[in-house]
């Protein structure tokens, strides 16, 4: 019995000892203590670090909002993971946030200026759990509340599609707002459609739901801003014009309009393609500024009001998407086709023929229809039998820096041949030299191309080639027809030449042809020094035109001779004998210090009297003297003067073969190798484009002047650049060019949408310049970046939006046209306000409600206050017919 009570006794002692063990004890911190604390913890960081702190250690500005950044800490309850973002401004200048910035969601929805965000860390970001919101909720509220921060807290719950949240916030005083914001997607009850049905839901929130509320008054403040979207043409309400061309005939085969207007029709690129509109349309925000209204009745009466009737007007344009970042090829224009033309260039060097690299080219293709074969032939048909000669000067709407690009002016042969090739998807050039022979050999002129002057060594070879080659068109047509042609590039019969008065004609005898006018005018008044007679300027032969290639030539025989000097002078010497034998058929009695005095004044040296105006005739024979290098006994000059005969220019031989020279120019075009060609089209073709684009008319845009001047620039001394490596292999040189396509892709993007907006805003200039200037500023960061890095800052969007003035509301109107009977049959249901028949694609209402603390039931229990305005209840709506989200707060005394 004994043992029996000693177990007894063990088991109820152990027994006592685990009730012991389970006790609990109060004073240790549970987990849901333990994570109100965290929360409070960074919160009092937060706050404490203030703005400037926050940002160095790691805050990220939200999105496109100017100054509204977040920063955000991760914590851990129970099983699951949480993230808190706290989103603030870095500048508080105190005033009420309007619709005229740029807001949050939930700062338009609430009201408030700086908040707390706390979600889980889930695929949905949201709280599907009633119980679960409402006590994370309270977690932040008390962690706020405890480090005495008034910021409000929210938490996203329902389904993140119906953007939902529930809230709350301690306002400092014995008042705390509460949140809650929801949202229907589909099926909106039609009386909320209507403004007075919203009003009517405001007032319940706070009025006895047995009240008429039609038939009562509660003052009620509001503001509305409502959003129209310029409509978007049918393809049923465009014109077609009966008495266009649909087979593809135009004088522009590039651009297949079917007849249909086009936004750029008018502009310099829509003969090579038709683009996108930059600016698809524009949205009008018509504001409201504060209203009250006293009953629904109200409601009713501004829902028929016109938006004309708004405090006021904002505009913004709808920008293309192709505007953000690079498009790497997926939209068309000259920078696209640029780029595969650097690629073909890349392609060459493994090419000998031009058929092998066109075989082998087929992945160039680009994503623009290419014309079949026949069209090809009908444009070089029309391009080199257009009775159309382009003179070498700058024409009037040529850039200052076009010359500074080795290329070919913008009409000329070559550079129409390049914009061409383009498009067609090909470099064959031998279409282009059968049609430049068949002007060759039919002694036609070559279109595009002057006939006469130096040729320009600051364009390509090969555009010097075709130069050369119209000369010497020219010059076998003349000959052909008994003419002949001197230096100053004046046709004369052969009657005319036997003339004996045709020798005393002024003519000039340097080797330039302006020299030569000067040299004209100054033997009118000159005299010879032995005979006292009249000097007569003599008829010179023309001397021959030599392209770069040619001068190199000599060049490179003047240094394999081993004295450059002397051999440029012996290469002069047959130009100079001819000139010499001209003066002295015109000039009997001439000496050699007469043909110095005429052929180069500067080598002689007058005495002061006769520099001073004294004529030859009042004192003769004129003092002077020839310049020590002409008077040197062993100068060339005078050895070529002493073996020269007397004989006219037109009895002379001539100093080129036009023939020879023809036919060896056709021979360069027939053998280029593949390389050759696309180096000499890269050049032009980079030139005629951003010759295209300079002659864009887009109004006093100081921006977009000195990017096409940059443009220029970098264009010049990246192709520069380019010809001196002289070889396809250099990925480096490659990598630029690319670059410059890119580059190029930039300003031809910024030129577009200032004609864009240029052409819409006529009547209002300086609207234009402001909104493109907004433009500008937004896309300028990405100027010249890589694709990559464009690519990332595609989530950005414009928001800028620009005031309209009182008098440029008509303009805004006319963007409005009534609508079509196609569109009215569309809209079945309306939400009134509208404009000129166009119904809002947005409204947004914000409805307030304030009580004066001395005539409410909060009075009583806070006396301090009695002189405050509270805004007790407000409600913000937005949406459509088909959308309608609601947020509301209410204040309420704890």
């Not at 465009?238 to 085969?253: K, L, M, R, V």
């Not at 008018?266 to 500024?289: H, M, T």
């Not at 650097?342 to 160039?364: N, P, T, Y």
């Not at 320009?456 to 010497?472: E, F, G, P, R, Y």
Request: charged residues 25%; negative net charge.
């Amino acid at each position: 019995m004994k043992s029996a009570d000693n177990s007894k006794g063990i088991m109820e002692d152990n027994n006592e000892e685990e009730e012991f063990e389970h006790f609990d004890d109060f004073t240790l911190a549970s987990s849901w203590e333990r994570f109100i604390s965290e929360i409070e913890a960074v919160c009092r960081q937060w706050f404490a670090d203030g703005p400037k702190n926050l940002l160095a250690k790691g805050a990220v500005q939200v999105n496109q909002l100017k100054d509204l950044y977040k920063i955000k800490s991760e914590f851990k309850y129970a099983t699951k993971s949480y993230c808190m973002e706290y989103y603030f401004a870095t500048v508080d200048d105190g005033k009420t946030l309007d619709w005229d910035h740029a807001l949050h969601d939930l700062q338009l929805s609430f009201g408030v200026k700086e908040f707390v965000v706390i979600a889980p860390q889930s695929a949905s970001g949201v709280v599907l759990d009633a119980p679960e919101a409402s006590k994370l909720l309270s977690a932040v509220a008390i962690a706020l509340s405890n480090c005495s921060c008034l910021w409000p807290a929210f938490v996203p719950v329902h389904d993140s599609s119906r953007k939902a949240y529930i809230g709350i916030q301690n306002m400092g005083t014995v008042f705390t707002r509460r949140f809650e914001a929801d949202r229907i997607a589909s099926q909106v009850p039609v009386k909320l459609m209507h403004l007075e049905g919203l009003y009517e839901l405001f007032v319940s929130k706070f009025a006895y739901t047995a009240v008429d509320w039609s038939m009562n008054h509660f003052e009620v403040h509001f503001k509305m801003k409502l959003t129209y979207r310029t409509p978007i043409h049918d393809d049923e309400d465009e014109i077609h014009d009966p008495d266009a061309d649909i087979t593809g005939s135009s004088e522009n085969p590039e651009v297949e309009n079917h007849g249909k207007a086009q936004w750029d029709d008018n502009f310099p690129w829509s003969k090579w393609y038709s683009a996108e509109d930059p600016v698809n349309g524009f949205e009008l925000l018509a504001i409201w500024l504060e209203i009250t209204a006293e009953s629904s009745l109200d409601m009713a009466e501004l829902e028929n009001a016109s938006p004309v009737e708004a405090d006021k007007w904002f505009l913004s344009p709808c920008l293309s998407e192709y505007l953000s970042g690079v498009s790497g090829g997926s939209t068309i224009g000259f920078a696209s086709q640029l780029h595969l033309l650097v690629k073909a260039l890349e392609m060459s060097s493994e090419a000998k023929f031009i058929e092998d690299f066109i075989s082998g080219s087929e992945a160039l293709k680009s994503s623009a229809v290419v014309p079949p074969q026949t069209v090809l032939d009908r444009v070089l048909k029309d391009l080199f039998h257009e009775a159309v000669e382009t003179e070498m000067n700058s024409s009037p709407t040529e850039h200052k820096n076009s010359r500074s690009i080795k290329g070919a002016p913008q009409e000329s042969p070559f550079a129409q041949f390049c914009l061409h090739a383009l498009w067609f998807g090909n470099c064959s050039i031998r279409e282009f030299v059968r049609e430049v022979r068949w002007c060759w050999e039919e002694s036609q002129s070559l279109p595009r191309m002057p006939s006469s002057g130096p040729i320009d060594l600051s364009t390509c070879l090969i555009n010097q080639k075709l130069h050369m080659l119209a000369v010497c068109i020219d010059q076998k047509h003349r000959e052909a027809e008994g003419q002949f042609v001197d230096a100053n590039d004046t046709m004369t019969t052969q009657e005319d030449l036997q003339s004996p008065t045709h020798n005393s004609s002024s003519r000039g005898a340097s080797k330039e042809g302006s020299d030569r006018k000067d040299k004209s005018n100054v033997a009118k008044s000159m005299m010879l020094l032995k005979s006292h007679k009249i000097m007569h300027a003599p008829i010179t032969l023309e001397p021959p035109p030599m392209t770069e290639d040619m001068h190199e030539e000599r060049l490179k025989a003047a240094v394999a001779l081993g004295d450059s000097y002397s051999f440029s002078a012996q290469l002069e010497t047959e130009i100079l004998a001819s000139d010499m034998s001209a003066f002295k058929a015109a000039n009997p009695d001439a000496v050699f210090e007469d043909f110095i005095r005429w052929h180069s004044p500067r080598d002689w040296e007058n005495d002061e009297n006769e520099e001073n105006g004294a004529s030859e005739s009042s004192s003769w024979p004129p003092r002077g003297k020839l310049s020590e290098r002409m008077s040197d006994p062993g100068n060339s000059w005078r050895k070529i003067w002493n073996e020269t005969p007397a004989v006219p220019a037109s009895e002379q031989k001539p100093l080129w073969d036009p023939n020879r020279e023809g036919e060896k120019v056709l021979h360069y075009l027939e053998t280029l190798r593949p390389y050759q060609l696309l180096e000499e089209m890269v050049c032009a073709a980079f030139r005629a484009a951003a010759d295209t684009l300079n002659r864009t008319s887009f109004g006093d845009l100081k921006q977009m002047n000195i990017k096409i001047e940059q443009l220029y620039i970098t264009i010049a001394s990246v192709l520069r650049i380019f010809l001196a490596q002289n070889t396809a292999t250099d990925t480096e040189v490659l990598e630029d060019l690319r670059r410059l396509s890119t580059t190029f892709e930039h300003i031809e993007k910024l030129v577009l949408l200032a004609a864009s907006l240029h052409v819409k805003f006529l009547q209002s200039p300086y609207l234009g310049q402001a909104i493109f200037t907004d433009c500008f500023n937004f896309y300028l960061p990405n100027m010249g970046t890589s694709s990559a890095n464009a690519q990332n800052d595609t989530q950005r969007e414009f928001d800028k939006k620009q005031q309209i003035r009182s008098g440029d509301r008509d303009l805004i109107l006319s963007m409005f046209p009534p609508p079509t009977a196609n569109q009215s049959w569309r809209r079945v249901l309306s939400m009134g306000n509208l404009l000129n028949g166009h119904e809002p694609i947005l409204r947004e209402i914000i409805f307030s409600k304030r009580d004066h603390e001395s005539g409410s039931y909060y009075a009583a229990s806070s006396p301090k206050l009695h002189q405050q305005d509270i805004e007790t209840y407000r409600m913000y709506v937005s949406g459509t017919s088909n959308d309608l989200g609601v947020a509301l707060a209410v204040a309420s005394f704890d």
